[in-house]
């Protein structure tokens, strides 16, 4: 049977993995799910990417969990607490400051009536250039908002900075601004905070007591067993804090609607199960406006979790090839708030498709594209000019050493820098996606040895993308995608528009207006 073109690429052997994984944790869930105090654990979160689960039921690894000792279990306990309660002391500092502040919601405060409520990531260190308002994730909702006369505020997650001092400027900045902002700092009282210690001394606990209670006769139950007890020192209480926001929301605003950047995680599934027990009437639109990944498992949401009042009451995805119309969460289609470019770009190269026109993507993790700077510094294209942009997230300076003198660091806006390219080399990144839109040939570096993060459908692998994965298969792979396009141009454009209409969708204010119940 033919694969699925609107499918993500999936090798057999990861599907299997990921079946495997995903049964196993959602049997583990139905009753760890009941308890709140598990919904913040990484492991049960099914998040591939802060843990080693996923690789481990990939390789089909054996658990080794017999040589964590008394001594090794004490030590992760030790390192828990100290990291938490260092983390929740800064947490109290940052408390402080926003009450010397002086600044409070006039929107929690004054209990405005069908308020929207925008649940979304605040990067510290891009907030003042961005007018202190979410240009990341939801961008342009608020303005769409303001526009139209309804009423909303940020119930921020803010990211990426530890230093305490550097949110006094922040506060007092909100204090000026115009948007309105509901946070933790503001709606989290001594209560809370006593709850939080309570979490942190005994959660770890929970945890172990979970784990000698998984059937060690079954080998992917102790496989998760093991990952559960190496993983007991991370932090994990500012996800149950927001268990505790999520609460205090329900209990002060009565009508509202939140619109939530959905990923699924910990932190997410704590909010909506505190508003859920404190307030059933805030509807909950889970906004999935991101590319999705083959590993990424976690954004799909279980059926035992909808009944435990987990789950958001619609979910909104960036493309129809992310519709799952088996869920019993009505999935609709939203709007690529992050990629609206991509509607106005031509697919035609200024280059021209007579020579390869190279460009390298970095990927935020610095491991990842110091592997991909490595690889095709040992190719062909080493004695080549090409182009390298670094993702935003990325310190550059550590891997300059790798970027060879006839290779060229490009800044700025990424399509800018995609225009003059025709072929894109990537690793664990979603631009890849985006370059194949419009119309770039794509490879892939693969991880030999584990899971390759892959954005791309089970479409056009082979002539508009492929992997490579040793020194060989990169200049081997560059000269067939540039013969193919060379000898159907047309075809790469085919390919491209398909991929723009199942990944990415554009709309209209109205539009956006109508997704959240709003005209």
């Known amino acids: 049977m033919g694969r699925d073109n609107t499918e993500l690429y999936r090798t057999e052997k990861l599907k299997c993995a990921l079946s495997r994984f995903s049964n196993a944790i959602n049997q583990i869930n139905i009753l760890a799910y009941k308890h709140v105090y598990f919904l913040s654990n990484g492991v049960l979160s099914r998040n591939p990417y802060i843990n080693k689960l996923l690789e481990r039921f990939y390789k089909d690894s054996y658990p080794s969990s017999n040589g964590q000792g008394y001594l090794s279990v004490v030590a992760k306990l ?32 004054t209990n405005a009536s069908n308020l929207l409520l925008i649940d979304t990531y605040f990067v510290v260190s891009n907030l003042k250039k961005n007018d202190y308002r979410d240009k990341a994730c939801l961008r342009g909702l608020d303005k769409t908002f303001e526009k139209h006369g309804k009423v909303y505020s940020y119930l921020p997650i803010f990211y990426g900075e530890k230093n305490p001092f550097k949110y006094i400027s922040i506060f007092n900045a909100f204090k000026k601004n115009k948007v309105d902002y509901i946070t933790d700092y503001e709606l989290l009282n001594l209560v809370d905070v006593v709850k939080i210690i309570g979490f942190i001394i005994t959660y770890p606990f ?3 007591r979970l784990a000698r ?15 559960l007890l190496l993983t007991i020192n991370q932090i994990t209480w500012d996800s149950y804090a927001r268990y505790l926001v999520g609460r205090r929301v329900g209990e002060k605003i009565t009508r509202a609607k939140l619109i939530s950047w959905c990923e699924y995680q910990s932190i997410q599934k704590n909010l909506y199960k505190g508003l859920r027990d404190t307030n059933k009437s805030i509807k909950i639109f889970g906004c999935q406006f991101f590319l999705r990944f083959g590993d990424w498992v976690n954004i799909d949401i279980p059926d035992s979790e909808i009944d435990l009042g987990l789950a958001p009451d619609r979910v909104l995805v960036s493309g129809r090839a992310a519709i799952n119309n088996k869920s019993r969460v009505p999935y609709e289609l939203g709007t690529s708030l992050r990629n609206k470019q991509i509607f106005q770009l031509e697919n035609k190269c200024p280059c021209g498709e007579s020579e390869l026109s190279p460009i390298i993507l970095l990927s935020y993790l610095e491991c990842e594209s110091k592997r991909l700077l490595q690889l095709i510094g040992g190719s062909e294209f080493r004695h080549e000019k090409l182009y390298v942009k670094a993702h935003p997230a990325l310190n550059l300076a550590p891997l300059k050493s790798f970027i060879h003198n006839n290779w060229v660091v490009v800044e700025g806006d990424l399509y800018d820098s995609l225009q003059n390219a025709n072929l894109v080399i990537v690793t664990a990144s979603g631009t890849a996606a985006e370059a194949v839109a419009i119309g770039k040939s794509v490879i892939i570096i693969g991880d030999p040895n584990g899971i390759t993060t892959n954005p791309l459908l089970n479409l056009g692998k082979g002539i508009i993308w ?8 990169v200049t081997s792979i560059a000269v067939k995608l540039l013969e193919i396009r060379l000898a159907n141009i047309e075809e790469i454009y085919v390919l491209a528009e398909k991929y723009k209409s199942l990944l990415f969708s554009d709309a209209t204010e109205d539009e956006i207006l109508t997704m959240f119940g709003l005209q």
């Open 213 to 227: 209670s998984l059937d060690v006769a079954d080998k992917d139950m102790t496989l998760i067993k093991d990952e």
């Open 206 to 208: 929970f945890v172990m």
């Open 466 to 473: 492929d992997f490579a994965s040793t020194v060989q298969e």
């Open 78 to 109: 030790i390192s828990c607490y100290v990291r938490s309660f260092a983390k929740l002391s800064l947490w109290l500092l940052q408390k402080f400051f926003f009450f010397l502040s002086g600044y409070r919601s006039s929107n929690l405060n």
